[in-house]
């Protein structure tokens, strides 16, 4: 099956800092999201981009689908954007391991 | 507008015994998947309900199982519970094309 490898597993970052997640994918897909998993569990869609870029407020998304990846940029973090990030694809969604990010006021 | 709505949110349960946890979709949406993420890992799919029949499935065992309702409504069954299925239950729910919503989750604890 498709496999969907994530880096870095883990990021600490001093708020205000600028960072960058990569996904890299095995397969052509047809279906790419991002997710935000807050402390509590719940995951958050933050972005549907199976090619492209997108952006929305200090986050933003690009995908290269005919090179298999995916980055997704976060500017100017804020400790509320600590926790996992996933990304998945296809469908069902296969996902990765995750990059757990903690940001440090 | 409710997003999707899962129950209960803790469950402690004993090995052997039988386990049912609850998903209603996101108003719009047909399709409702299942997952279960295990601590650190990325959720893994269970399977993938559509019009009331199971349309695809992940691998696990014949012990868990499924079930969705005329609203869309769903339910996932675990039966002979083992330690290893504890984990976070994930509901999903979409229209079959573009991005899934879920639900914040089913924490089981088999002890």
């Known amino acids: 099956g498709i496999q969907v490898e994530q880096s870095p597993p883990d990021l600490i970052l001093q708020e205000g800092a600028n960072s960058t997640l990569r996904c890299n994918f095995s397969?052509?897909?047809?279906?790419l999201q991002w997710f935000h998993q807050n402390p509590w569990g719940q995951l958050i869609n933050l972005f549907y981009?199976?090619?492209g870029t997108k952006q929305n407020g200090r986050l933003s998304a690009t995908t290269v689908a005919t090179e298999r990846y995916s980055l997704l940029y976060i500017s100017s973090s804020q400790t509320t954007d600590s926790g996992v990030y996933f990304c998945a694809v296809a469908t069902p969604l296969v996902f990765g391991k995750g990059t757990r990010l903690s940001v440090i006021a | 507008d409710a997003g999707v709505t899962q129950s209960p949110t803790h469950l402690i349960k004993t090995r052997g015994q039988q386990v049912t946890l609850r998903c209603s979709p996101k108003s719009g949406h047909d399709t409702v998947s299942w997952y279960q993420q295990a601590l650190g890992q990325g959720p893994q799919f269970i399977f993938q309900y559509y019009e009331e029949e199971e349309r695809q499935r992940g691998n696990f065992p014949d012990r868990f199982s499924g079930h969705q309702f005329p609203n869309y409504s769903s339910e996932l069954n675990v039966n002979a519970l083992l330690l290893g299925d504890s984990a976070l239950y994930l509901c999903?729910?979409?229209?079959?094309?573009?991005?899934?919503?879920f639900g914040s989750g089913t924490r089981l604890t088999v002890v």
């Open positions: 999903a729910s979409s229209t079959g094309t573009g991005f899934d919503t």
């Open positions: 981009i199976p090619s």
């Open positions: 397969d052509s897909v047809n279906n």
